[in-house]
Structure formats: structure tokens, C-alpha cells
């Protein structure tokens, strides 16, 4: 896929020089509830112009329920949302952001480039045809059939429709939920030109390495609430712990008690020591060992901050609370 090389609209115009900004969304209060099940629990979010945000979450955790109230998909229980300084509807209606929805749908019967057209009729000034295409990673399927394309496929001619309009925001759910490695890495690459070229992108997914690789920010959402916001770098660095990784053939005794040690963890013969103290670890592990095969200590990832960071709100069956 090309990186992106096209952009319309100046995802910033509108805003005198040297005036603050509007944010690109702008989230106070939300509250989202179906029936008695607490979706969205008084949620704020600022995101400003040009940031690429993922919104990291386990299943459940809110989400899309958020993405969902931001497009003024529905009336929330309670808050207000801006998109661009405006009401959802104005926003959408403006042409000013592109969305793609976990359930978004395709007209069945129609090709992919009939849709694309449609949908491109729309604006007024829309991205052309064969970059969108490119950028999109869809240059070889405007011909096929929508009910022919794969899951990862449609989810490419979604995210063309999302950009059809080239605009400064974009609001996306699970865009890579049904890609293949190398759709993802394309996605992800398309999302850094765009962002280089100063458009925002706000993106919810369960993939940590793709928060990690492609966000500029991420905020950690669990039981309908932020539980951290900040950069990658900044959420992993809220546990202080590092990983202790080797090769052990035999019985793991003693090493949940070695000093610093506070979990263990690693399948086969691989042994992950996560552990506050590495170096208080490392020489205790070669105090009782006679080798160490592999051995590599690594700082914590996002996987396991994101962990640490949702087990208060975990319940005994494994479910956020
Ligand atoms: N239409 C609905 N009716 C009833 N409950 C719902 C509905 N949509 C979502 N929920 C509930 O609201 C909560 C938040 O769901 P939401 O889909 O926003 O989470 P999510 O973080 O997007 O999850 P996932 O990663 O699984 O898509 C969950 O408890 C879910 O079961």
C-alpha cells in the first residue's frame, strides 16, 4: 500500500494563527447505559488537532460505545461531544470526518468502485479516485464484487469510504479486527502518512502492538472510564518493572521467591520473571543456576501495563468489572 500522499483539505483550516484550536473531539461527561449495563460512565476526553489516539480496551470495555456516542450514533444518557467544535451530525454532515464502524456495512450486488463513487459524489472536493484506491490498498478490487471480498478486503474498501472525503478527522473502530500481518502493517503506515500530513486519527483496538507502533497517545479505557492517557512510553513506564526472560528445562522452584520477583509467567521452557529489582534478580537466578540459556532482560510492554493497569478492575471470574 502507498503511504498517503493526498490530502484535500487542510485538516487544520478554519482556525485563525495563533488562536487555540478547537480540539478535533472534545468529550465531557458521557454516559452511555443499555438498560441496566453501565456502558460509558461519565467519560471526558480532549484529543487536539493532528494526534493519532488509540483507544485500548478489553472486550466490553466501552469502546465502541464511545466511538459509537462521539458520531451522535445515538443520545447518550448523559454529556456532550464536539467533533471539530460542532454537534456530531453538523460535524458528519460537513464532511468533516470519516468513520468506520465495527458492524459497517456494504450495499450487496454492487462493485467495490461503484460504491467508492457514490460515496465520493458525496463531497465536494474528494480525495481522487486512484490515490484513494492506493492509499486505501484497494487499486485491484474496484471491479470485484462487495459480497466477493474477503473479511480483511472489505474492511479496506471501508476505511477508502472512511477517507473518501479526505477528512481531518477520523474516527475508526477496530479498523484492522479482520486483516491479515501484512493488511495490518499496510493500515498502519497509511495512519502515519495521514497523520503526517496533520489529519487526526482516533482509532479503538486490542492489538497493543498496534497502539504501541502507530499512536501517538493512548488511552486506556476499562468499565467505561480512562484509566490511563499518555503516551505508549509513559503508560508502560507506570510499572516500573522489567522482564527477566530464559530458557529452564527443569522444575521452576524458588524463583517466585527470588528477590524482586513479582510474577511469573512464559509457556514451555521459556521463563518470564517480571521483576522490580532486575539486577537483585539477575544475581540470585546465577547464585542458584549454573547457566542461564537465552537469557535477555527487557523493559515492560504495553501488554503488561495494560494488564497491570486493568487488574483492580478485574473481577474473580476474569471480567472487568
Ligand atoms: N446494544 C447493546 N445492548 C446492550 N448492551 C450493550 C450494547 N452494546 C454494548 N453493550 C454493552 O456495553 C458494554 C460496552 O460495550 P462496547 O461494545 O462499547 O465495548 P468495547 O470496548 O467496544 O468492546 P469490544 O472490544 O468487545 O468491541 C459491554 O458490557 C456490552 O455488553
Given at each position: 500500500?502507498?503511504?498517503?500522499?493526498?490530502?484535500?483539505?487542510?485538516?487544520?483550516?478554519?482556525?485563525?494563527?495563533?488562536?487555540?484550536?478547537?480540539?478535533?473531539?472534545?468529550?465531557?461527561?458521557?454516559?452511555?447505559?443499555?438498560?441496566?449495563?453501565?456502558?460509558?460512565?461519565?467519560?471526558?476526553?480532549?484529543?487536539?488537532?493532528?494526534?493519532t489516539?488509540?483507544?485500548?480496551?478489553?472486550?466490553?470495555?466501552?469502546?465502541?460505545?464511545?466511538?459509537?456516542?462521539?458520531?451522535?450514533?445515538?443520545?447518550?444518557?448523559?454529556?456532550?461531544?464536539?467533533?471539530?467544535?460542532?454537534?456530531?451530525?453538523?460535524?458528519?454532515?460537513?464532511?468533516?470526518?470519516?468513520?468506520?464502524?465495527?458492524?459497517?456495512?456494504?450495499?450487496?450486488?454492487?462493485?467495490?468502485?461503484?460504491?467508492?463513487?457514490?460515496?465520493?459524489?458525496?463531497?465536494?472536493?474528494?480525495?481522487?479516485?486512484?490515490?484513494?484506491?492506493?492509499?486505501?490498498?484497494?487499486?485491484?478490487?474496484?471491479?470485484?464484487?462487495?459480497?466477493?471480498?474477503?473479511?480483511?478486503?472489505?474492511?479496506?474498501?471501508?476505511?477508502?469510504?472512511?477517507?473518501?472525503?479526505?477528512?481531518?478527522?477520523l474516527?475508526l473502530?477496530?479498523?484492522?479486527?479482520?486483516?491479515?500481518?501484512?493488511?495490518?502493517?499496510?493500515?498502519?503506515?497509511?495512519m502515519?502518512?495521514l497523520a503526517?500530513?496533520?489529519h487526526t486519527v482516533v482509532f479503538?483496538?486490542?492489538?497493543?502492538?498496534?497502539?504501541?507502533?502507530?499512536?501517538?497517545?493512548?488511552?486506556?479505557?476499562?468499565?467505561?472510564?480512562?484509566?490511563?492517557?499518555?503516551?505508549?512510553?509513559?503508560?508502560?513506564?507506570?510499572?516500573?518493572?522489567?522482564?527477566?526472560?530464559?530458557?529452564?528445562?527443569?522444575?521452576?522452584?524458588?524463583?517466585?521467591?527470588?528477590?524482586?520477583?513479582?510474577?511469573?509467567?512464559?509457556?514451555?521452557?521459556?521463563?518470564?520473571?517480571?521483576?522490580?529489582?532486575?539486577?537483585?534478580?539477575?544475581?540470585?537466578?546465577?547464585?542458584?543456576?549454573?547457566?542461564?540459556?537465552?537469557?535477555?532482560?527487557?523493559?515492560?510492554?504495553?501488554?503488561?501495563?495494560?494488564?497491570?493497569?486493568?487488574?483492580?478492575?478485574?473481577?474473580?471470574?476474569?471480567?472487568?468489572?
Amino acid at each position: 500500500m502507498d503511504d498517503v500522499s493526498h490530502s484535500r483539505r487542510d485538516p487544520g483550516e478554519g482556525h485563525a494563527r495563533g488562536m487555540p484550536e478547537t480540539p478535533a473531539l472534545a468529550i465531557e461527561g458521557l454516559t452511555v447505559r443499555y438498560g441496566q449495563t453501565l456502558a460509558v460512565d461519565a467519560l471526558d476526553l480532549r484529543i487536539d488537532r493532528g494526534e493519532t489516539v488509540a483507544l485500548l480496551g478489553s472486550n466490553g470495555a466501552g469502546k465502541s460505545s464511545v466511538v459509537n456516542a462521539a458520531l451522535g450514533l445515538f443520545r447518550p444518557a448523559a454529556g456532550t461531544v464536539r467533533l471539530l467544535g460542532r454537534e456530531p451530525a453538523a460535524a458528519l454532515q460537513a464532511g468533516g470526518v470519516g468513520a468506520m464502524l465495527q458492524h459497517g456495512g456494504l450495499p450487496s450486488e454492487a462493485r467495490v468502485g461503484e460504491v467508492l463513487a457514490l460515496v465520493r459524489r458525496r463531497y465536494a472536493d474528494p480525495w481522487p479516485l486512484a490515490d484513494l484506491a492506493a492509499t486505501a490498498g484497494i487499486a485491484g478490487l474496484l471491479d470485484r464484487g462487495v459480497d466477493a471480498l474477503s473479511g480483511g478486503q472489505r474492511q479496506r474498501v471501508l476505511l477508502a469510504l472512511a477517507l473518501a472525503g479526505a477528512p481531518p478527522l477520523l474516527l475508526l473502530d477496530e479498523p484492522t479486527s479482520a486483516m491479515d500481518v501484512k493488511g495490518r502493517q499496510a493500515f498502519w503506515t497509511t495512519m502515519r502518512g495521514l497523520a503526517d500530513r496533520g489529519h487526526t486519527v482516533v482509532f479503538a483496538t486490542h492489538h497493543l502492538d498496534e497502539a504501541d507502533a502507530v499512536a501517538d497517545r493512548v488511552v486506556v479505557v476499562a468499565g467505561g472510564r480512562v484509566l490511563a492517557d499518555g503516551t505508549a512510553a509513559k503508560i508502560k513506564s507506570r510499572i516500573a518493572g522489567r522482564t527477566v526472560r530464559f530458557r529452564c528445562p527443569g522444575p521452576r522452584d524458588g524463583l517466585a521467591a527470588m528477590p524482586g520477583v513479582t510474577g511469573i509467567g512464559g509457556e514451555g521452557d521459556l521463563v518470564e520473571l517480571n521483576t522490580t529489582d532486575a539486577e537483585a534478580t539477575l544475581r540470585a537466578l546465577l547464585a542458584s543456576r549454573t547457566g542461564l540459556p537465552d537469557l535477555e532482560v527487557r523493559g515492560a510492554s504495553l501488554e503488561q501495563a495494560f494488564l497491570h493497569l486493568t487488574s483492580d478492575l478485574t473481577t474473580a471470574n476474569g471480567a472487568l468489572r
